[in-house]
Nanobody, 120 residues
Framework: QVQLVESGGGLVQAGGFLRLSCASS????????FGWYRQAPGKQRELVAG???????NYANSVKGRFTISRDNAKNTVYLQMNSLKPEDTAVYYC??????????????WGQGTQVTVSS
C-alpha cells in the first residue's frame, strides 16, 4: 500500500519560513520523481517544485529563489523549504510521486495535503 504523508504546514507571518516534509512508503523511493503542488481556494492546483530521480529540480517562477525542494533517499522523504513566505503562498500543499518525470499533475500517488497559511 502506497502512502505519502505530508507534514510541516501551519500559520506563519509574511517573511517567515516553513519546511514541509513528504514521507513515503510502499514504493521504491529512488525510482520516483516527486512534485510539490498547491491549491488555493478558488484556484486550480499548480506545480510549485519538482525533483527528478537524480536530484535535478525545477520551480514555478513565483517561488524561484525562495523555495527549495530536496530529497533524502535514505529516509524516503522529500522536503520543501519555504523562505520569505508571502500571503499569496497560502494554499493546501500536496506531495505527488510518479515513476516518470511528468509535472502535469495527473495521476501518480498523492498525499492528503497540508495547509500553509501566511498572514500579512
Amino acid at each position: 500500500q502506497v502512502q505519502l504523508v505530508e507534514s510541516g504546514g501551519g500559520l506563519v507571518q509574511a517573511g517567515g519560513f516553513l519546511r514541509l516534509s513528504c514521507a513515503s512508503s510502499g514504493i521504491i523511493f529512488s525510482y520516483y520523481a516527486f512534485g510539490w503542488y498547491r491549491q488555493a481556494p478558488g484556484k486550480q492546483r499548480e506545480l510549485v517544485a519538482g525533483i527528478r530521480h537524480g536530484g535535478s529540480t525545477n520551480y514555478a517562477n513565483s517561488v524561484k529563489g525562495r523555495f527549495t525542494i530536496s530529497r533524502d533517499n535514505a529516509k524516503n522523504t522529500v522536503y520543501l523549504q519555504m523562505n520569505s513566505l508571502k500571503p499569496e503562498d497560502t494554499a493546501v500543499y500536496y506531495c505527488n510521486a510518479k515513476p516518470v518525470v511528468d509535472w502535469s499533475g495527473e495521476n501518480g500517488y498523492w498525499g492528503q495535503g497540508t495547509q500553509v497559511t501566511v498572514s500579512s
